[in-house]
Structures are given as structure tokens and as C-alpha cells.
């Protein structure tokens, strides 16, 4: 019995002795951002980021690059990323990227086929964001220096968390949710979409960081709409907050809006939103009404209301309700006359609460939604209006 147990001990010892798949931290390079581009000979030409990880961290730093930005061609970004040793010494390893860029020509093109590569790549995860660049080379996205985060892909990264969480001027959106909605038969997928600001040339030169005025940025632009899995048209960022509310994917914003007809104004800061969308047909017509409420504080008010009446808020809650009402409308109608793509999801809503009369549509959602009514109800209500009720500096 004795005997018995040893031998087990010893196969079991021997078994977790090592990884048979293990890389040296030597030979691999950790890529944190792709950018993808149509290529000079070849159909697409891929740019690799890798961090390196010292010259990020500011007590190792030594004033060298803080990333390596490195580009192949070929004509798969499957073929691409197992041959980039033709220039690169170490291996790549993406399980750690950060951000998927896109160029606007390829976007146009059509990109579902290197999207099949991401989606049933084992080694990449769901964390990334893919984004668009927009009047630009998807490479010079990678090729900006920032003063904060150094790396390119990181700092896009949390910029879009950041818009996201503080102002919804993004969608948070990963590849999985990003194919879903692609393969979804009541809604048309969206990306986010980036500029690059100032002399493309420029923006890998450490001198860039080194400056209070960068001669090269990378900014949040507008969203793109993808439709049969092609760039169609953008959108711009206001209108994507107004997305947002409809699909009850809003965190937090701020709202500006006229205290009358004057040119005064008010801001709301948004903190809690919820929506409902009820989903019917009337007359043969598909028929949305969306309630959005919402509840806030506000931030800065120039309106000439007493604040320390018990109803002062009502007028304010009103004005806010009308001002959003229109815009989301304007932008569901924006979008319906010029892409007629359902990038809110009211097809899907459809689909779940009536989907007896969605099969009509199923097959061409597109003709639903061209002919949709759609009401917008928006309710507000304000519980604060700071530290102080009474006007310190307008008279």
C-alpha cells in the first residue's frame, strides 16, 4: 500500500512539473495594440504595438521609447501574426491587447473576414475595443506618443473608459457584444471612431510628449455605423449619447440646456437613467414609445428662478424634458434618413416582446424601422442643485 502511494506521489509530482505550452518572457513581445490597413502589395498590412513595460513605469524609465511600433504585410491577419518574425525577434503574444484599429478604407471595404480571426482566436480576449480611423492611416493612431500613458493603445483604452463613464460620448463595446449585434436580426453594429489631429509624422517623436501643446493627437470623433459588415456613415457624439439613453446603456452625462429664450443656460449632471421601450405594432406599423427618466443634480445654473421656491425645479425639469425629447428623435430620424440603420436595437426590442409580428421582418428589419412611429418620453428630476440654492454671482 506504502508502495502504492509513492508511486502515485511521483506521477502526480511528475505531471505538475512544468508547462508543456511555457514562452520565455525573453523571446515573446506583449502587443497592447493592431492596427489594420490596406496594404501597398499585398490585401491588408498589419501594425503591432509592444509596451515596453520599463520605460512606462516612471521610476524605470530611461527615456527611450516607451513602445515599439512594427508593420507586415500579407493577406490574412492570421498569416500576418504568425510570420511577424520576419522583422520581429520575439513571438507575438495578444492576449493582452488593448485596442483593434481599423482604417477607414479597409472599414469600407468590408471587415468581417480578418473579424472571423479575432472571434475564434483562443489566445485573444474579450477586453479589447476596436475603433475606426477616420481620415487617417489606422497605423498613425498607433504611432502617437502621450504624455500620461505613453503607450498609444493604453491610453485610447482608458480615454474610452472614461468618456463612457463621465459625458456617453462611446458605447462600451467588446468584440463579443460587437458580433452579436452583427449577427442579430433588429440592429446594426456601431465603433467608435478617431482622429488623428496634427502632423501624423510627428506623433512617435518622444519630443511630442515633451510639449504642453502636442503637435499630434489622437481624439474621439464620432461612431461609425457598420452595415453588412461596411462603413456606411458616421454619426456624431452628441448623437451617440442620445443612442445610449434609447438601448438604457447611459451611465452618467451632463445635459445643457436654455433657461428660456434667453442665451443663459443651466447644466443637469445625470447620475441615475433608466429606459423602457415598449414594443407594438399599430395599423401594420411597427410602434416604439421609449420612457426615459432620469435623476440628477445640477451643476451650474445662470437661470434667473429663485431656487429657494418649493417648485423652482418643476420649470427647470420641463425645459430639460422637451430639449432631449427632440434630440432624440432628431437623431433616431438623422439616422433613419440617411443610413436607415436601427443602431438603437428597436428590432430587437420588437422581436422580444412581439415576435409574432417582428417575422414580418425578420428577413429585412430595415423596411420596419424606415416606417417605425417612435415617441420619446423623457422625464427628469432634479434632487439637488448644489451647495447653494441661492444665486452667488448672477444678478
Not at 500579407?74 to 522583422?87: D, P, Q, S, V, W
Not at 401594420?284 to 427618466?293: E, L, Q, R
Amino acid at each position: 500500500m506504502r508502495v502504492t502511494m509513492i508511486i502515485v506521489l511521483i506521477v502526480i509530482v511528475s505531471l505538475l512539473s512544468g508547462c508543456w505550452d511555457r514562452k520565455e518572457l525573453r523571446n515573446v513581445s506583449v502587443v497592447t495594440g493592431m492596427a489594420v490597413d490596406v496594404g501597398d502589395h499585398q490585401k491588408y498590412k498589419l501594425t503591432v504595438e509592444t509596451t515596453a513595460a520599463s520605460e512606462v513605469n516612471p521610476r524605470s524609465a530611461e527615456g527611450y521609447a516607451p513602445a515599439n511600433v512594427q508593420a507586415l504585410e500579407g493577406n490574412t491577419i492570421a498569416e500576418l501574426t504568425h510570420k511577424f518574425n520576419i522583422i520581429s525577434e520575439q513571438s507575438l503574444i495578444l492576449s493582452h491587447m488593448r485596442v483593434l484599429v481599423i482604417s477607414e478604407e479597409v472599414a469600407e471595404k468590408g471587415m468581417m473576414e480578418f473579424m472571423d480571426f479575432m472571434d475564434r482566436n483562443r489566445e485573444i480576449r474579450d477586453d479589447f475595443d476596436i475603433v475606426i480611423a477616420r481620415d487617417s492611416k489606422a497605423a498613425s493612431v498607433l504611432k502617437t506618443n502621450n504624455m500620461y500613458k505613453k503607450s498609444a493603445s493604453l491610453k485610447i483604452f482608458t480615454q474610452l473608459v472614461s468618456m463612457y463613464n463621465d459625458w456617453g460620448g462611446v458605447p462600451k463595446l467588446r468584440l463579443n457584444d460587437f458580433i452579436r449585434i452583427y449577427k442579430s436580426d433588429g440592429q446594426t453594429p456601431v465603433l467608435v471612431a478617431l482622429k488623428v489631429k496634427g502632423d501624423p509624422k510627428k506623433g512617435g517623436n518622444i519630443e511630442n510628449m515633451k510639449t504642453v501643446t502636442p503637435e499630434n493627437k489622437v481624439d474621439v470623433d464620432s461612431l461609425a455605423i457598420i452595415k453588412g459588415g461596411k462603413l456606411v456613415g458616421y454619426i456624431s457624439i452628441y448623437d451617440v449619447r442620445n443612442m445610449l439613453f434609447v438601448q438604457n446603456n447611459l451611465k452618467s452625462t451632463i445635459i445643457t440646456a436654455k433657461c428660456g429664450n434667453g442665451a443663459k443656460s443651466m447644466g443637469y449632471r445625470v447620475t441615475a437613467s433608466k429606459t423602457n421601450v415598449i414594443a407594438t405594432e399599430e395599423d401594420g406599423v411597427p410602434s416604439f414609445t421609449i420612457n426615459v427618466k432620469t435623476e440628477g443634480n445640477l451643476q451650474n445654473n445662470e437661470c434667473l428662478t429663485n431656487m429657494s421656491k418649493i417648485y423652482a425645479f418643476k420649470g427647470y425639469e420641463d425645459i430639460i424634458n422637451k430639449k432631449m425629447e427632440r434630440a432624440i428623435l432628431d437623431t433616431v430620424n438623422r439616422t433613419r434618413e440617411q443610413y436607415n440603420a436601427d443602431i438603437f436595437g428597436l428590432g430587437e426590442r420588437l422581436k422580444d416582446q412581439d415576435y409574432k409580428q417582428f417575422k414580418k421582418y425578420r428577413d429585412n428589419w430595415d423596411e420596419g424601422f424606415s416606417k417605425a412611429k417612435i415617441n420619446i418620453r423623457f422625464n427628469t428630476e432634479i434632487k439637488q442643485a448644489g451647495l447653494r440654492k441661492e444665486r452667488a454671482f448672477i444678478k
